[in-house]
DNA sequence: CGCCCTATTGAATATAATCAACCGCCGTGG
DNA sequence: CCACGGCGGTTGATTATATTCAATAGGGCG
């Protein structure tokens, strides 16, 4: 009944999902029913790029319709670090409107499909679909925003919170996508996670076996399952002072 | 000749940024003559809010004209902390865009004025003005990408090398709006700078005393002299291996 | 001139990083 | 089918870094 067990990507369910009648962002990939804005289909292989850092842009962004992604940013010194994962039903390369060059490197995770949807077509629909527009302001101020977010936490929190952060808004994500809340697959090694919450790879390690240990949490491999929702996000939640 | 001398705000210099034939942002306020997009003029005095997180959406983003703001967000605990300051040429607000209720608080820093900007006229401006709706998205991503990269670097940096980046970043954007790069003042205090980078203030505080010992900087109160450019940058760029 | 708020300094503690070794899963090939 | 090898992940011990709590100093504003 369930088609949300946490098996390897079924090509049943891609084709499912990669329906555009079924997307959730039609109307903005259709401004106008004769003229389509979605360019094609591209599909990507586990641990292939869709792009990387300093090539020339595609001048595009993409709908992730199958499969997720890491985004890799590069800091001055040159070390590079995950600044986000992409799972489906959302944007890519947000962060790369109106540049010349691809400022980030985004690798798909798993088999992964996407669409492609140049920023012409959003920026200058020509016709009078307004809402399509004042849209994609809103989409990319909400990318602000969720980028401020992870920013206040990495600021005020400490590692064993943002783990709980980092697992529950992957659980709301596959939730509001139609999935179990509570029980799901990460996608990224350990590495990535640790580079995202920036901490070591180490210590979030065994801040896993912890929230195993309290019983929040049940890991196997790169399976979890959330045992104790309110308690996970009173940790997330919960400042350095407990008072 | 040079009128960039770090002095405190000039009201004649209020009056000269004022005019708006002298904005960066003309274009984008007025994509056709004879419609201005520009709301009216607001003047905030200091430690003011401009808008408040929870109140009613104004629907507008804001065109900094002089003095400078920072940005608060509560996180899902309630603890506020600074997500972001705001001089003179920059936009405020853009993380608003399509809600209903306003998501941060913004405060002035100083005495300071802005100009209203509605949401509106910068989604569907009804003409040709192709250029500042593509504008407007790259103005979008771009802030996207600054926050990436903030997010990064509190990811991937010690405190020390956190409160470099920060002073690079302040002479830079003074530098940008013509005003000498190595001398400037910090509007806010020291524990809304702490809040932004991440770290108590008791840490900045014995930071800006290492760097002092090191010859990078000179403080007085909030006036700001920094005497090795690239030895800040080495400081702010070199990661955590030095190797 | 004095008060109050901001900032600084000090000592003890907590937190996570680092370095190094080990485990175990998985794919490969015999 | 089982042995091997490699990589991702875990565990342990030590060290570095920044926090916390507490007390003090400085400066702006009344």
Redesign the pocket.
């Known amino acids: 009944m369930n088609p949300h067990s946490a098996t390897t990507t079924a090509s049943a369910d891609i084709a499912h999902q990669t329906s555009c009648e079924r997307c959730r962002h039609h109307d903005l990939c259709r401004p106008t029913p004769e003229k389509p804005v979605v360019g094609r289909r591209i599909r990507v292989a586990r641990n292939t790029p869709l792009y990387q850092a300093g090539e020339l842009a595609s001048n595009s962004i993409y709908a992730v319709r199958s499969g997720s992604f890491k985004t890799l940013r590069a800091g001055p010194d040159g070390e590079t670090g995950v600044v986000g994962f992409t799972m489906n039903t959302e944007f890519l390369a947000l962060n790369e409107i109106g540049q010349k060059q691809q400022t980030c490197t985004v690798v798909a995770l798993e088999d992964s499909e996407v669409c492609k949807i140049a920023w012409k077509r959003l920026a200058c629909g020509g016709h009078g679909e307004s809402l399509s527009r004042a849209g994609m302001n809103a989409l990319l101020s909400g990318e602000i925003r969720r980028e401020q977010a992870v920013a206040l936490m990495l600021r005020n929190t400490?590692?064993?919170q943002r783990l709980a952060s980092f697992l529950l808004s992957l659980s709301q994500r596959h939730h509001a996508n139609g999935y179990s809340a509570s029980q799901f697959r990460l996608q990224m090694?350990?590495?990535d996670i640790a580079s995202f919450l920036?901490?070591?790879?180490?210590?979030?390690?065994?801040l896993?076996?912890q929230l195993t240990r309290q019983a929040l949490i049940e890991?196997r491999?790169?399976d979890v399952t959330l045992l104790n929702l309110p308690a996970l996000q009173q940790l997330a939640g919960g400042p350095?002072?407990p008072g």
């Open positions: 400490h590692a064993d090694p350990r590495g920036g901490i070591s790879a180490e210590c979030l390690s065994r896993i076996v890991v491999q790169r350095s002072t």
